[in-house]
T-cell receptor, first 109, second 113 residues
Framework: QKEVEQNSGPLSVPEGAIASLNCTYS??????FFWYRQYSGKSPELIMS????GDKEDGRFTAQLNKASQYVSLLIRDSQPSDSATYLC?????????FGKGNQVVVIP | NAGVTQTPKFQVLKTGQSMTLQCAQD?????MYWYRQDPGMGLRLIYY???????DKGEVPNGYNVSRLNKREFSLRLESAAPSQTSVYFC????????????FGSGTQLSVL
């Protein structure tokens, strides 16, 4: 079983709508979780980190963590064309990050 | 500050050729990483170095070697390139005070024919 799973295909959302991305992880002892954004042809950049169960909000982004269900999600509110990118879920363990495959988000004007 | 600098940006090799990808960071970070990214596969860790003088295998180390030359530099070597190593390679570094925040280089697009 891969450490970090992101199974959804490309997500198309209208401008102004909410984009919802999901991620599951296999290591129950993981304590820290991250979302990276990667524009086409560019390197990934960190946009959110979350360490405790519940919600964490930063601007239009909300990360949600449920350790009992081993589940992390990212909500993008009021989606903008500039949010069109691939979003990578990452989980920290043993001094390294394990990444999911990523989910492509396309925001349609 | 340049951050993380990777060279070269593009490279084409023939099967069996060797090459070294160079990476340097100027942020005084202890940890450095090499990832490869293939379509539909996400980022996969090749090797990492938690501190100067140490290196460890990641998820996909076969066919690669690394050298942590000093605190700044971490190189990745392909001794005998294979078409399966066609990929985009990213070097990254991490400072211990910002858990989870990797600083990535701009990537190397490698094609092995």
């Amino acid at each position: 079983q891969k450490e970090v799973e992101q199974n959804s295909g490309p997500l198309s959302v209208p401008e102004g709508a909410i984009a919802s991305l999901n991620c599951t992880y296999s290591d129950r002892v993981s304590q820290s979780f991250f979302w990276y954004r990667q524009y086409s042809g560019k390197s990934p950049e960190l946009i959110m980190s979350i360490y405790s169960n519940g919600d964490k909000e930063d601007g239009r982004f909300t990360a949600q963590l449920n350790k009992a269900s081993q589940y992390v999600s990212l909500l993008i509110r009021d989606s903008q064309p500039s949010d069109s990118a691939t979003y990578l879920c990452a989980v920290n363990g043993n001094n390294r990050l394990a990444f999911g495959k990523g989910n492509q988000v396309v925001v349609i004007p | 500050n340049a951050g993380v600098t990777q060279t070269p940006k593009f490279q084409v090799l023939k099967t069996g050729q060797s090459m070294t990808l160079q990476c340097a960071q100027d942020m005084n970070h202890n940890s450095m990483y090499w990832y490869r990214q293939d379509p539909g596969m996400g980022l996969r860790l090749i090797y990492y170095s938690a501190s100067e003088g140490t290196t460890d295998k990641g998820e996909v180390p076969n066919g690669y070697n690394v050298s942590r030359l000093n605190k700044r530099e971490f190189s990745l070597r392909l001794e005998s390139a294979a078409p399966s190593q066609t990929s985009v390679y990213f070097c990254a570094s991490r400072g211990g005070w910002e858990e989870g925040k990797l600083f990535f280089g701009s990537g190397t697009q490698l094609s092995v024919l």
